[in-house]
């Protein structure tokens, strides 16, 4: 028996804000991640960054006592719940109400509800009115809210006042970043996102996530104020190979759990359909096939999909198609439109609570107009959606100019197409023994004006890219206030938890990993090249190293240990064979300063044995241990190999004796 999105969606968010909660108290009082954020002085760090904040004059709002949450009947159920649970994680007791008339003294009140409701919206009039119009302003967009605090009939008073559904609930998570020490920050807050359609796309090649780490990475994504998951897992035969099948009763409950879990917390789950590898696309039998697989997904409650038709032959692929549309590149464009044009009509367009179709193009890179491009978007209904990776695959560089040209090139004359750019980073698919945590950067901060929304394509390893995942948020939220630096910090902050040391272990292991295919906007391992630089030019000076270097290495050799005691202890399982790896590299380096320490003395016997060390140590870190699915077990890399370059340059300054 399927469980009703309405019914789970209370039970998920009372069982998973918990989950959500430890990123937030792993904030709290932490340094240098919960430092304030520019244009927010007087208040703790609030990402993604928000359209407005201000501190307010009044005091503090307490919710670790008693703490009435004022909504009225039909407010969000999932949003009411997870008050309540921002409340008891506070050490609060929440009590319910549909109106407040005689509060008890002592106790505080939070009012939430949409800015249709006349009881939100006077006191968020009284509240907020030193913020009025920046309010107007927020309540006015899609997804849109405003807080205010003070003191509304007699008792400290917080109001979350959201346009819509969604607008609350993206307001709880801004209530959640304000709560610290038991109390809500003083706050003005008017805020709605630039971008459309922001979220995660599991779109890669390779071991598909588990059905954990999707349910994980949907409520991660919730919490930074995304709003999309798109499941399109290459691997997944029945999206692809077999795209005609229907789900077994076993997958079914599992999308069902992914479904429910999206809805209850305002991520529209969207199914991903790939036929292109073997379709008629003039063919009635597989319309009708294509027609009903996304039926059955319907009925489960997706409410958005999306036809990618990437990464299949150039060319179409029936006699009835070459008859039809011809067998060059602009006929499979053409070819593609009919198709895509008849599950408009036939499915989407017959829906009135559906989202509009969106597809992926067999040529979804470059900017520049193809036969191909022009035959589809001329072809095409306008209302259907393209996603782009940009001017490459992995496009290390995103522009509003290049989206503008896409958007003509994809559209036709006189009509603009709808771009989501489905962004390639950190995806590590085609480079399964790296990993990449460098903050995203290259994309333009005003791509909002020229693109519907952005998509992240992350790794394989699903508990890693949630630092990207975050980074995405805070871009595709307010891109102007982007900071790559300070958002990637607070996104560590939050992945590792509260404990300094663990803070230093996740920071020392994202330096080990920024490199992304040798970009100058992501130099590898800048800390530990500065700690290596500043060794060796001590060293051939005949001076004493500064101890930085070592105290890194021997940090190193604690990520195994340090790396489970964070928050997110699936960044640690993900992370396990490079950090293996990186703890070898740090008992090398350790043994390599000893050698050449050893050396200076004229210990030959200190040194022959430091040296055994320091090979040792360099042959279990270069050791194969990372299983890939169709790749076989791979060595993890570590950077541009900074870490070996350093032990290499040691035992060649050192020769055996």
């Given amino acids: 028996m399927l469980i009703t999105a309405g019914i789970v969606a209370a039970v998920l968010l009372l069982a998973g804000w918990f989950v959500l909660m430890r990123y937030n108290q792993s904030n709290a009082g932490s340094s240098p991640g919960s430092a304030t954020s520019p244009g927010e002085p007087g208040l703790p760090a609030i990402y993604p960054v928000p359209q407005h904040a201000t501190a307010a004059s009044g005091k503090p709002v307490p919710l670790n006592g008693h703490v009435y949450v004022v909504a009225t009947a039909g407010t969000d159920p999932a949003s009411v719940s997870a008050v309540q649970a921002l409340v008891v994680g506070a ?11 005689n509060p008890t003294s002592g106790s505080s009140a939070v009012y939430l509800g949409a800015a249709s409701d006349p009881q939100v919206s006077t006191v968020l009039a009284t509240l907020g009115r030193d913020s009025a119009a920046a309010n107007q302003e927020a309540l006015g967009h899609a997804e849109g809210y405003a807080i205010a605090t003070g003191t509304s009939a007699g008792i400290p008073t917080a109001v979350l006042v959201g346009r819509d559904g969604d607008g609350i609930f993206h307001g709880i998570q801004t209530l959640r970043q304000l709560l610290t020490g038991g109390t809500v920050s003083a706050a003005l807050i008017s805020d709605w996102p630039l971008m459309q359609t922001r979220g995660v796309i599991e779109g890669f090649y390779g071991i598909p996530w588990s059905h954990q780490a999707r349910l994980d990475v949907i409520k991660f994504a919730a919490q930074q104020k995304m709003n999309t998951f798109i ?9 692809r190979d077999q795209w ?17 879990t999206a809805t209850a917390n305002h991520i529209r789950f969207t199914y991903s359909l790939s036929p292109g ?13 294509a027609v009903a697989k996304l039926e059955s997904l319907y009925s489960l409650g997706v409410r958005s999909f999306v036809i990618p038709l990437d990464d299949i032959d150039t060319k179409v692929q029936c006699d009835e198609d070459v008859k039809e549309f011809g067998s060059n590149e602009a006929g499979l464009g053409k070819a593609e439109a009919s198709f895509l044009n008849d599950v408009n009509a036939r499915f ?17 890179n470059g900017s520049g107009s193809t036969p191909y491009k022009k035959a589809l978007g001329r072809a095409l209904n306008p209302d259907i959606v393209v996603q782009w990776t940009g001017e490459d695959v992995v496009s290390h ?3 509003r100019g290049s989206a503008e040209t896409a958007q003509q090139s994809y559209g036709s004359p006189g009509t603009k197409r709808n771009i989501v750019i489905w962004d390639n980073y950190p995806v590590n698919d085609y480079s399964q023994d790296h990993i990449f945590l460098g903050p995203v950067k290259g994309r333009d901060s005003d791509l909002n004006q020229a693109i519907r929304g952005i998509v992240t394509n992350p790794m394989i390893e ?10 995405y948020a805070d871009l595709s939220w307010n891109g102007p206030a982007y900071d790559p630096a300070k958002s990637m910090d607070a996104a560590l902050t939050a992945v590792a938890g509260p404990a300094p040391d663990v803070q ?37 000076a005949g001076q004493s190293p500064s101890g930085a270097l070592l105290a890194r290495a021997e940090l190193l050799q604690r990520l195994p240990d340090l790396l489970p005691r964070m928050a997110e202890p699936g960044f640690a399982n993900d992370a396990v064979n490079w950090t293996a790896a990186a703890a070898q590299y740090g008992r090398g380096v350790q043994q390599a300063i000893a050698m050449l320490d050893a050396a200076k003395k004229g210990d030959a016997q200190a040194v022959t044995q430091a040296r055994k060390d320091v090979q040792s140590a360099e042959t279990a870190a270069a050791a194969a241990t990372q299983p890939t699915l169709d790749l076989g077990v791979v060595t993890p890399v570590l950077g541009k190999g900074e870490l070996k370059a350093f032990l290499d340059q040691a035992l060649q300054k050192v020769p055996a004796g």
């Fill in 397 to 399: 560089r995103i522009t």
């Fill in 348 to 364: 989407i367009s017959k829906k009135p609570d559906i989202q509009p179709l969106q597809m992926v193009p067999t040529f979804y």
């Fill in 277 to 289: 590898l073997d379709i008629c696309y003039s063919s009635v039998a597989d319309l009708n096939a």
């Fill in 231 to 239: 499941y399109s897992p290459k691997n997944d035969p029945l999206l």
């Fill in 91 to 101: 050490g609060g007791t929440a009590e319910t109400v549909t109106s407040l008339a």
């Fill in 504 to 540: 230093a272990g996740v920071r020392a292991f994202a330096d080990l990993n920024q490199d992304w295919q040798g970009d100058a906007l992501t130099p590898s391992a800048p800390a530990l090249t500065a700690d290596i630089n500043q060794f060796w030019s001590a060293y051939d």
């Fill in 462 to 471: 699903a508990y890693l890219s949630l630092p990207a995942i975050f980074n």
């Fill in 244 to 260: 005609r099948t229907l789900y077994s009763n076993q997958q079914l409950r599992e999308l069902q759990e992914l479904i429910d």
